[in-house]
């Protein structure tokens, strides 16, 4: 069996860099960033756990890559409720 070490050798010897382009975001999706970016500041400017997140089960990701359905949206205070199908 070759070691990590050897095969990743042997893929660096034999493939080439492919081409930077400037694209839209909108039509980034499935790409690879070219370099890192960051924020100028950070985003939400305050502690709120509000923002953002995302619930998921294990039991619906257990083939990689998976698409997961949006099954809903709740805003801040508003009452759990059972969202799935």
Same mark, same amino acid.
């Given at each position: 069996?070759?070691?990590?070490?050897? %095969? #990743?050798?042997?893929? @660096?010897?034999?493939?080439? =860099?492919?081409?930077?382009? #400037?694209?839209?975001?909108?039509?980034? !999706?499935? #790409?690879?960033?070219?370099?890192?970016? +960051?924020? /100028?500041?950070?985003? =939400? @400017?305050?502690?709120? +756990?509000?923002?953002?997140?995302? %619930?998921? &089960? %294990?039991?619906?990701? &257990?083939?990689? /890559?998976?698409?997961? !359905?949006? !099954?809903?949206?709740?805003?801040?205070?508003? /009452?759990?409720? +059972? @969202? %799935? =199908?």
């Amino acid at each position: 069996m070759v070691s990590f070490e050897e %095969a #990743r050798c042997t893929i @660096l010897k034999n493939v080439q =860099p492919v081409g930077i382009e #400037r694209i839209q975001l909108l039509e980034a !999706t499935g #790409r690879i960033l070219a370099e890192d970016i +960051s924020a /100028p500041w950070h985003m =939400p @400017l305050w502690n709120n +756990s509000a923002m953002d997140g995302y %619930a998921v &089960r %294990a039991a619906d990701c &257990r083939q990689i /890559p998976c698409t997961l !359905t949006v !099954t809903g949206f709740l805003q801040a205070g508003t /009452p759990v409720v +059972s @969202l %799935a =199908p």
